[in-house]
């Protein structure tokens, strides 16, 4: 599923739907109910024509591209009844968004009843809505398995986003940051820092070069931060301004707090 101005990392999930089915069904769709009233769906890149030359090689035949308007999707305006992301809907993205998860879910729940697939394939950088849709799966009793994809990233790092061409040049390297955190992080996370020890390796890096930071933290598969005193299996999440561009970005890793032979 995703929302058209694609690239190399949209086609990523192309392949992987490949591999895991026979026949693949591509949804192209800019929801505007995932925006929030000062957000940029008016800005936000949209055309079809490249989109759909850039999956003309890919497809094989029965694979189907399904790129719905508005008043297909919404035929009767706004929808009275929408899905509730609940309590991970509050936190982080959520939190700086409100509303957002909400009308995720909902469009998600309605492309699947459209295209009534076995497999579900997401980009793990959004890894929040990867977790959003996991729950909304397993408790509404959708028969659909939900895959997630790694992130695709540039040479320099940087993951690969729709949002990243409105970065100027001196913007783009300023985001470089992001990667820098992630990797503060990891590193933190290697040599025992515990949760807390991440956060702070990581803030510490990308604070200085955005605009505004709106959030770095270490979490577990429920979207539920870490306590210090807490190891096991994470991502490190975070999300900041660079320029007039929101960039969000997560990397998974382990935290201990002791060194890691």
């Not at 909400?102 to 980009?123: E, N, Y």
């Amino acid at each position: 599923m995703t929302m058209g101005a694609l690239h190399a990392g949209h086609l990523a999930l192309v392949r992987r739907a490949q591999e895991l089915a026979d026949h693949v069904v591509v949804t192209v769709f800019v929801n505007p109910l995932q925006f929030g009233p000062t957000e940029d769906l008016a800005r936000y890149p949209r055309d079809l024509a490249r989109d759909l030359a850039l999956l003309e090689p890919l497809l094989a035949d029965g694979d189907v591209l399904f790129a719905p308007s508005v008043a297909e999707m919404y035929p009767f305006g706004d929808p009275t009844v929408t899905v509730s992301a609940g309590r991970i809907g509050e936190v982080l993205e959520g939190g700086q968004r409100p509303g957002h998860l909400d009308g995720v879910l909902t469009v998600v729940l309605k492309l699947l009843h459209r295209t009534r697939p076995q497999i579900a394939v997401f980009g793990q950088k959004d890894a929040q809505q990867v977790a959003a849709v996991r729950a909304m799966v397993r408790d509404l009793d959708l028969a659909v398995r939900v895959e997630a994809v790694p992130t695709v990233r540039d040479d320099d790092g940087l993951a690969l986003s729709s949002r990243n061409a409105y970065l100027s040049p001196e913007q783009r390297t300023r985001a470089l940051a992001l990667v820098g955190a992630l990797r503060a992080g990891e590193r933190a996370a290697q040599h025992g820092a515990g949760a807390d020890g991440v956060r702070a390796a990581a803030y510490e890096v990308l604070a200085p070069a955005v605009e505004r930071l709106d959030y770095v933290e270490v979490v577990d598969d429920a979207f539920v931060p870490l306590r210090p005193d807490v190891d096991g299996p994470a991502t490190l999440v975070l999300a900041a301004v660079v320029g007039t561009t929101r960039l969000i970005d997560n990397v998974p890793l382990t935290v201990t707090r002791r060194p890691v032979e």
